[in-house]
């Protein structure tokens, strides 16, 4: 995979953060379509763009040709999104508390403690073929 | 991403527009402290009035930021945290690290 893929509702991009601006301007355009307000949409963007840097990362491991998929649906007031790697998957239990004092000033490792603040519903399945994080999030 | 930055009364002030989610924003705000810091200039502002929002990389440059000038003697101080800045700030616990200050001018001060 070379450059982002849209089709119907939903984008595929390589593994490579230049491509996080793609999945953006995807996904708040739509939610804006939906109706959504600006901090919504602002909680929604920052959930998805975590889950594609860590697909990116820990999923794909950086392997550029190695697709990223987010999709976006709208069920009964609130919208849901997948964002799928090939990787094997991960337990949310094993990341460090990043709220722990002793980790407070690490660079890294909020991702998913944020994800989880923010969002309504967080759901992780992991296949043999690939992990999927789903989020769910009211807009209505 | 985009970056500009000046000073005042020897206070450095980075100002970044848009938002910060990764990628090449997590580079360029890196390396343009760092060429102040080799500059021996360690007292910095950040404006973040014009930040649209920030995930765990921006928090991630933030907290990087303040300990790379904390160990070379100067600070780092936040002026005009968005709300949706400061939920986030609050979220991770990171507002007991940073000093804020709704205006630029109020953070310039708290250096005198």
Known sequence: MIKPEIKDNSIAIPSHQEFLPDVDVYIEGILRGYGADESVIADVAISVSELVINAIAHGNRA???????VTIDKVDGAVTITVTDQGQGFDPDDIDDPIADENLLRQVGRGIFIVRSLMDKVDIRAKENGTTVTITKAIS | MKLSDREQGGIVILEPRGKIMGGPDATLLHDTLYGFIQQGKTRVVIDLGRIEW?????????????????NSDGQLKLARVTNKIESLLTITKLVTIFESYDTVEDAVGSFQ
């Open chain 1, 63 to 69: 392997v550029r040709e190695t697709p990223v998929t």
């Open chain 2, 54 to 70: 920030m995930n765990s990389t921006g928090l991630g440059i933030l907290v990087q930021s303040y300990t790379t000038l904390k």
